[in-house]
């Protein structure tokens, strides 16, 4: 489904005008390697070690995708470094073909960002997420909490919870923003450089102002970025009472 602005807003500007390139899905066991790829190339020495294929066949682990899209004339739509229109698409294609790749070029497909959801003991704690680099700052990183969110209030969770390195001003910008807030440190909690996680939670999806926020987050998101090709709808769990 596609989650359109003009229901979203009733600014007419946006009425139809805007299509985000970029859209989420549940990933499945065939996306497992593509997705190995870009968490160990967000995180290198320091990806977490478990594969996706197999957290995804734990209960209670869900892995969602953020995909680059098409735009309205069914082509890529590219942004940012790689250029837009299919001619830099072809020349990707026969460069991987003629040059070889160590990137699984065909499984990547159209993946730009993923994020492994937890849920356990009445809360959804974020295992893992990650825009690929030339994607970043498009947005992709908020499309993939929006999708954690409204996968969270699905499952029916309290709450949602994760651990973030003290250093990653970028990602502790991003949660405050979708209502995280610090709530605990734990002590030199990643082995590579002993730095200390901040624990981060949201507070509780049955209060009615986070509810709010939260509804009120989702829109500005449609309204700036568009008409967004979603497998759930991010409303229909944030309902208020009358
Ligand atoms: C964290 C990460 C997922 C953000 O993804 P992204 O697609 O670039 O994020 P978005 O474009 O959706 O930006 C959303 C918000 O993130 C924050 N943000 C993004 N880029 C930022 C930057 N360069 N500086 C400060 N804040 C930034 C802002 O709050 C931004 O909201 P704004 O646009 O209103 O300012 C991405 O940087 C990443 O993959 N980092 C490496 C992996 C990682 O650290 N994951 C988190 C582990 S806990």
């Not at 992709?140 to 969110?149: D, F, H, R, S, Y």
């Not at 049955?206 to 449609?222: C, K, P, V």
């Not at 709808?233 to 009358?242: F, G, I, K, T």
């Amino acid at each position: 489904m596609a989650v359109d602005t003009a229901i979203q807003t009733d600014d007419a500007a946006y009425r139809g005008a805007l299509v985000n390139p970029y859209g989420a899905r549940y990933a499945t066991v065939a996306d497992a390697v593509a997705i190995d790829h870009v968490v160990r190339e967000a995180f290198g020495a320091s990806a977490p070690k478990t594969s996706s294929a197999r957290d995804m066949k734990r209960r209670n682990t869900t892995y969602i995708v953020a995909t680059r899209g098409t735009n309205r004339n069914g082509e890529d739509a590219n942004v940012g470094s790689e250029g837009n229109g299919g001619f830099s698409r072809r020349l990707r294609s026969i460069l991987s073909v003629s040059l070889g790749s160590s990137e699984p070029q065909r499984v990547m497909s159209n993946i730009v960002g993923l994020v492994g959801i937890w849920t356990a003991a009445d809360q959804a704690h974020i295992v893992v997420i990650a825009t690929r680099p030339n994607r970043r700052g498009h947005g992709v990183g908020e499309l993939l909490l929006i999708a954690t969110m409204t996968e969270a209030l699905k499952v029916g969770t309290a709450n949602a919870t994760l651990e973030v390195r003290k250093s990653n001003l970028v990602a502790r910008s991003l949660y405050r923003k979708y209502g995280f807030s610090d709530v605990g440190v734990r002590r030199q909690y990643y082995h590579d450089n002993r730095e200390d996680a901040i624990i981060m939670s949201t507070p509780s999806f049955s209060d009615l102002g986070y509810r709010r926020s939260l509804r009120h987050r989702f829109t500005s998101y449609f309204a700036a970025r568009g008409q967004t090709e979603l497998q759930v709808d991010p409303m229909q769990y944030l309902a208020l009472p009358e």
